[in-house]
């Protein structure tokens, strides 16, 4: 039977819902994704671990959204470096829904590397981070 108009379902309320957050944790230490499961700030912290350790558009699995696009090699001076490091982990994890900003970017450097400190703010709590480029 062919359906002759679609105007229940056009006149009908959607209600947008959030997507769960709960996730399996990663044991980092044996390289194992593990039965427990995380929600919440932890399941966030794990995602932004994932998003800054993956590379945009290098894994067909992940959306073209998924990762981020740092490449430091041809960076020059502090300044541009800080500042396009900044844009690129505010690109990468803005993407996802339950990140609602990331600020107070903080660089410190010992020889050709840069530890960068920042404050990520979600919906579950907000926390500071760490990245070693």
Do not use: C
């Amino acid at each position: 039977m062919i359906p002759q108009s679609d105007e229940i379902v056009l006149n009908e309320d959607m209600e947008e819902t959030p997507e769960p957050s709960l996730t399996y944790k990663l044991d980092l230490v044996n390289g194992r994704i593990g039965a427990v499961a995380v929600d919440g700030l932890e399941a966030v912290k794990q995602a932004v671990f994932k998003i800054l350790a993956t590379a945009r558009f290098e894994h067909l699995i992940y959306s073209p959204d998924y990762g981020n696009e740092a490449d430091v090699g041809g960076v020059r001076g502090r300044a541009v470096f800080e500042t396009e490091i900044e844009r690129w982990v505010k690109e990468a994890l803005l993407q996802d829904d339950r990140i609602v900003s990331v600020t107070q970017f903080r660089f410190s450097y010992d020889g050709d590397t840069a530890l960068v400190q920042f404050e990520v703010e979600s919906d579950y709590g907000n926390y500071t981070d760490r990245l070693e480029v």
